[in-house]
């Protein structure tokens, strides 16, 4: 008998719908024009989010908690900016409170549950690495139910930890705590700068949940799978 495999998942926009909270705030707070490119505007503003979180360094480490709100605001206006819409300081800061207020009310993506619970009595070990603050990441794994799905202990949030994705010693980090190998853990997440670098570099099987069909960075790494829903995602994890 193998190792005992590991699977863990990213939770923005990997477990649920990170665009929707986002889309609700900028209704709410700039009337954006009929057909405006909802998915798009997200792309850009979570490449922003990952690109001044390195360049920052530790931005969801409590002590840098104005760093984290210049960043939230900062890449507000950068991607809305490349879509002609300029907004100042004061404007991104409202848009990010609205934002982070519509995080709570969300549901995991169908199909979600019932893979975490299959996987589970197949025997893995199953849970979720999430970057961001420890009390605001922990608000939404409560809202999700990830909590009680997955247990509080195969919980792992960088602001707790005190490592980001993509840092390959976080996964090293929960290879050590989970007891499981490097070679036998499956990561699953959205962002290719976090989620497939990340994984890739610690010696993890990468998997892309690439379910907004975005090109992949020139970055010369190579998820071992580039997925779109959770129906292919059992079909790879549970062989069908």
């Known amino acids: 008998m193998g190792e005992q495999r590991a699977v863990f998942f990213d939770v923005d926009d990997t477990l649920y719908d990170h665009l929707e ?3 609700q705030a900028l209704d709410r707070l700039i009337s954006p024009p009929d057909g405006f490119p909802y998915e798009q505007v997200y792309h850009r503003f979570r490449h922003y989010s990952d690109l001044l ?9 409590p002590a ?10 900062q890449r507000i206006q950068l991607a809305l900016a490349e879509f002609g819409i300029d907004v100042d300081r004061e404007q991104a800061a409202a ?22 619970r ?10 979720v690495i999430t970057n961001g603050p420890k009390e605001h990441q922990m608000n939404k794994v409560r809202a999700l139910g990830l909590d009680k799905l997955v247990g509080l202990d195969r919980v792992f949030v960088s602001g707790a930890v005190g490592m980001d994705k993509p840092d390959p010693r976080l ?8 007891e499981t190998e490097p070679g036998a853990s499956w990561y699953i997440g959205d962002s290719w700068n976090n989620d497939v670098i990340g994984a890739l570099e610690a010696g993890w099987t990468s998997v892309w949940f690439n379910h907004r069909k975005v090109e992949p960075f020139a970055t010369g790494h190579q998820p071992h799978h580039i997925l779109g829903g959770y129906g292919e995602l059992r079909s790879v994890l549970l062989g069908g």
């Open 21 to 23: 909270p986002l889309r």
């Open 53 to 61: 979180s390195a360049r920052h360094g530790h931005v969801n480490d």
């Open 64 to 73: 840098n908690a104005g760093d984290l709100e210049d960043m939230r605001e």
């Open 95 to 116: 848009i990010q409170a609205a934002y982070l207020e519509g995080q709570f009310d969300i549901r995991l993506f169908p199909g979600a549950q019932e893979l975490i």
């Open 118 to 127: 299959e996987l589970q009595e197949r025997g893995d070990v199953v849970g």
């Open 171 to 178: 996964f090293r980090y929960v290879n050590e705590a989970t």
